[in-house]
């Protein structure tokens, strides 16, 4: 079993910067030995992609996020992060952290994200 624990969300003018974290605890939860990866749920939509990393180390970003947006992970820590730069309103959404293992995914239980002025 894997737990994934996000932190960092909150309310952002539209321009400004936040930094979410997960942290992995749990068998086999290396964070560099899983996919991970950060969705996004805004009101009324579907859940999308936002950032993957994979256990090598390759990161890849939705179109809508290429150049604000860095995902990283800290070993030491077990965590990833996803620096969240130049941020819009329409990235207001809840975000979700993600873990793969050969096994099944995994979710946490995501941190609100509010772009507003």
């Known amino acids: 079993q894997v737990q994934l624990v996000e932190s960092g969300g909150g309310l952002v003018q539209p321009g400004g910067s936040l930094r979410l974290s997960c942290a992995a605890s749990?068998?086999?939860?290396?964070?560099?030995?899983?996919?991970m990866g950060w969705y996004r749920q805004a009101p009324g939509k579907q859940r999308e992609l936002v950032a993957t990393?994979?256990?090598?180390?390759?990161?890849n970003y939705a179109d809508y996020v290429k150049g604000r947006f860095t995902i990283s992970r800290d070993s030491a820590k077990n965590t990833i992060s996803l620096q969240m730069n130049s941020l819009k309103p329409e990235d207001t959404a809840v975000y979700y952290c993600?873990?793969?293992?050969?096994?099944?995914?995994?979710w946490g239980q995501g941190t609100e994200v509010t772009v507003s002025s």
């Open positions: 990393l994979a256990s090598g180390g390759d990161s």
């Open positions: 993600s873990a793969v293992t050969p096994i099944r995914r995994y």
């Open positions: 749990g068998s086999f939860s290396s964070v560099t030995r899983m996919g």
